[in-house]
């Protein structure tokens, strides 16, 4: 039997084409966030043809479709492997970064819940610089996220997070390396503090999983013992769609501890369908990416991992070295891996500071896709300055000679420029702090010149610096409206 199409593949096919030209360039390193290319189109070609292989399968039921725990298997074996873990850690696939982490934290708290049955809502302790997984992983779950403030290079102090243990904390989290800043926290020490109270600690290596293994410093010193090596670590998450440039849709979370990892299942035979027994958040689901993911180690194997590595230090070291010789800006901290946050130098005079997201914005009319950060003020009253962010993968390397100009022209063209100023624009909305219904949210963007047909503007420092600008719940309730509005049918 065949289907009488209503319009011909090849014209849909040819729309979703037109789509996708609009799109930020996913290849070829323009854009330095969110896309991680090894630069290789066999690659590309191996990791297409895994995905269509298993196309039809439903990752749900490794019992009815053998085929995807033999390939979970071997990849959490893989990362196992890379990450010092031995016969007593054990692992899982999942679809994402975010969902490792929220299985972190669903782990942690059962655990703790299971120790301590008469107790209220546990706290999860992490730096601020921790990624906003955690927070909606909190959120979704009901722990009260603690937030432990890092000094203004982004360094968090083990003994702060020491000084916060206590009964009612069900998980700590760091990062190897953070997202924001990428700094290695120092796992070493808080397993240490960790391992004395019985406080199980996360390690979220979901953008250094697959690339620090294979990192050295600039003096080619080894880093710190940061993954299963550190005796305290309880679980780590490693997103194999970032550094194992794999398509999106396959992350790896491993735990130490066959009974602990047992409180991340959810089973129930309590219906009258199937016994839902999995390990994971989704149901049914896809099995591409992990096929994907499984052909892309099988291809390059920890070798060929340490060669795109390599490169990404190389380009790392280099951009490092252009941002040190622009006068106005400087790299935050002491980054580990091979990304960077840029800010403004503020040892030099004001008109000759160049402000990270004018900067941002230049280098976008040339091309090159920068990751605008916004500003933050802890707790304690220290503030992290805004900043913008480069993910430098395998593939800058050979954009090098173009990017590290078009860099340093960026930061002429607005070298002195103040940063922008809302204030203005903020006198011409109304009364901010009410909560605000759909209508009222949409009437604010259109009067920002946002959302509608206008989409997202061109430059994004004023937005950014709206974002700063606005009281928190508004911010956010004002990007809900802008998100949700864009997928809203237009006819
Ligand atoms: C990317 C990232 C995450 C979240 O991962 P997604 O795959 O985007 O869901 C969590 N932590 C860190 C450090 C990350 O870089």
């Known amino acids: 039997m065949s289907l009488g199409f209503v319009e011909e593949p090849g014209e849909i096919l040819d729309r979703l084409r037109a789509l996708r030209a609009a799109d930020a360039p996913t290849h070829g390193g323009r854009v330095l966030s969110y896309v991680y290319d090894p630069g290789d189109d066999a690659l590309d070609d191996l990791a297409a043809a895994a995905i269509r292989e298993m196309q039809p399968v439903n990752g749900l039921d490794p019992t009815t479709f053998t085929s995807v725990a033999a390939l979970e298997r071997e990849v959490v074996g893989f990362v196992r492997g890379l990450l010092h873990g031995d016969d007593d850690v054990v692992g899982s696939v999942t679809t994402g970064g975010t969902e490792s982490c929220l299985l972190a934290v669903k782990t942690a708290r059962d655990v703790w819940r299971a120790g301590h049955p008469d107790a209220g809502r546990p706290r999860l302790i992490a730096p601020?610089?921790?990624h906003a997984a955690f927070q909606k992983a909190a959120h979704y779950l009901d722990l009260t996220l603690d937030p432990v403030p890092v000094d203004r290079d982004g360094r968090v102090s083990p003994d702060a997070i020491a000084a916060r243990l206590g009964d009612d904390v069900a998980l700590v989290v760091v990062s190897a390396p953070s997202y924001p800043v990428a700094a290695l926290d120092p796992v070493e020490e808080v397993a240490a503090a960790c391992a004395d109270r019985g406080v199980a600690l996360h390690v979220d290596a979901c953008i250094g999983g697959l690339v620090l293994p294979f990192w050295r410093r600039p003096d080619g010193a080894g880093l710190p013992d940061w993954d299963f090596a550190v005796p305290g670590v309880s679980s780590?998450?490693?997103d194999l769609h970032k550094f194992g440039y794999a398509p999106k849709g396959v992350s790896v979370l491993l735990q130490r501890g066959r009974d602990r990892q047992r409180a991340q299942y959810f089973a129930t035979t309590r219906w009258p369908g199937y016994p839902v027994v999995n390990p994971t958040v989704l149901g049914s689901k896809s099995a591409g990416p992990l096929a994907a993911a499984w052909a892309i180690i099988h291809a390059l194997g920890a070798d060929g991992f340490a060669e795109l590595a390599d490169s990404c230090r190389r380009s790392t070291e280099t951009l490092r070295a252009t941002v040190d010789g622009i006068e106005g800006l400087r790299v935050l901290g002491e980054p580990t891996g091979p990304l960077l946050a840029v800010a403004t130098d503020e040892t030099v005079p004001v008109d000759r500071?160049?402000?990270p997201h004018h900067w941002a914005d230049a280098v976008r009319g040339s091309g090159w896709v920068l990751q605008l950060q916004p500003g933050l003020t802890q707790d304690d009253g220290v503030r992290l300055p805004p900043t913008t962010?480069?993910?430098i993968t395998p593939v800058t390397e050979r954009g090098l000679s173009e990017l590290v100009p078009a860099l340093e022209a960026g930061a002429d063209a607005v070298r002195g420029e103040a940063p922008f100023d809302p204030a203005?624009?903020?006198?011409?909305?109304?009364?901010?702090?009410?909560?605000l219904d759909s209508a009222t949210a949409a009437?604010?963007?259109?009067g920002?010149?946002?959302g509608g047909g206008a989409g997202l503007p061109d430059r994004q420092a004023p937005l950014l610096a709206l974002i700063e600008a606005v009281p928190v719940p508004v911010a956010e309730r004002l990007l809900i409206e802008l998100l949700a509005r864009l997928v809203e049918p237009s006819i």
């Open 128 to 130: 601020t610089t921790v």
């Open 236 to 238: 780590v998450s490693a």
């Open 443 to 446: 009437v604010i963007l259109a």
């Open 448 to 450: 920002l010149g946002l």
């Open 353 to 355: 500071r160049v402000d």
């Open 424 to 435: 203005p624009l903020l006198g011409t909305l109304p009364l901010l702090d009410a909560p």
């Open 389 to 391: 962010h480069l993910t």
